[in-house]
């Protein structure tokens, strides 16, 4: 999907958008975010392949003061971005609806930011498909179109399978692959026809 200019409005929410060599922000180097939101507010998206070093789901739940039932420790938690890091999200399968709020983000992709699906995870009542997040990433009105313009990302369309079943540090490939292109071949300069 390419967008015409900076100030063309394109609802870009479902999608992911790939970051571009050369970034200049470590904390997106390489990253696959996937947009919750987009408007001409502003847009906000959870990284989707960066594992916290020092953070597992048996870790959180037992912080938060929840009772874990299931064995989760192949459960990573994610640094979602840069903004509200104590915060989580998780975004999972249409399979679950939580008591006090779910947005539906696409028909195939949910979000909760509610401890009550934090605790049915802890007991094996959750979601069939999840993956937690903590902070998220979010930009200002216009802000994204302008880095998408200057090249800084990639957008490409949703794969429940990228979110869901890769391993976090094949999904920027597989993300990259998704729309065609080798990461041999991306460069960090944008160019003009």
Known sequence: MVLKDATTPTN????????????????FEHSVVFLCDHSDEGA????INKASDDLDMP?????????????????HVHFGGPV????GFVLHSPDYKS??????????????ATQDILEDLGKGEGPAKWMMALGYAGW??????GEIAQNGWLVCECDTRIIFDLEDMEKWQAALESIGVAALALSAEGGRA
């Open 140 to 145: 200002g009105p216009g802000q994204l179109e």
């Open 59 to 75: 870790t959180l739940l037992t912080q938060l003061s929840i009772d874990l039932k299931v064995d989760l420790k192949d459960h």
């Open 44 to 47: 906000m998206g959870l990284i």
């Open 99 to 112: 008591l006090v709020t779910t947005l539906e983000v696409r028909e195939d992709v949910h979000m909760t």
């Open 84 to 87: 509200e890091v104590g915060r």
């Open 12 to 27: 870009l929410t479902g999608h992911m958008l790939i970051a571009m060599p050369g970034m200049g922000d470590p904390r």
